[in-house]
């Protein structure tokens, strides 16, 4: 069963930058594909980044691009979202997914929050 623990989330002023980790175990991800969702009090889950672990190949939300980074350690089995230029905006809880290529998403964790100040 794959686990995923998502950290590295806080309070940082506007302009200011986090980095999120999501610690992954359970399965060997070579065929995975790893995301970074997030959802405000009151929206719907957006899409934010997403890596194919194999390949490294990356998408991001419109909302991120340019200013997040996702990757991922292999030697570590974890992914990480570099955020900089952050704006109140992407306050939100982040939650990191995997699936299968070609399957749906799985069940949601208790993702980090990231607030970020004016």
């Known amino acids: 069963q794959v686990q995923l623990v998502e950290s590295g989330g806080g309070l940082v002023q506007a302009g200011g930058s986090l980095r999120l980790s999501c610690a992954a175990s359970g399965r060997t991800f070579t065929n995975y594909r790893m995301a970074w969702f997030r959802q405000a009090p009151g929206k719907e889950r957006e899409f934010v980044a997403a890596?194919?672990?194999?390949?490294?190949?990356?998408n991001y939300g419109d909302s991120v691009k340019g200013r997040f980074t996702i990757s991922r350690d292999n030697a570590k089995n974890t992914v990480y979202l570099q955020m900089n230029s952050l704006k109140p905006e992407d306050t939100a809880a982040y939650y990191c997914n995997a699936r299968v290529l070609g399957t749906q998403y799985g069940s949601w964790g208790q993702g980090t929050q990231v607030t970020v100040s004016s």
């Open positions: 890596i194919t672990w194999s390949s490294g190949n990356t």
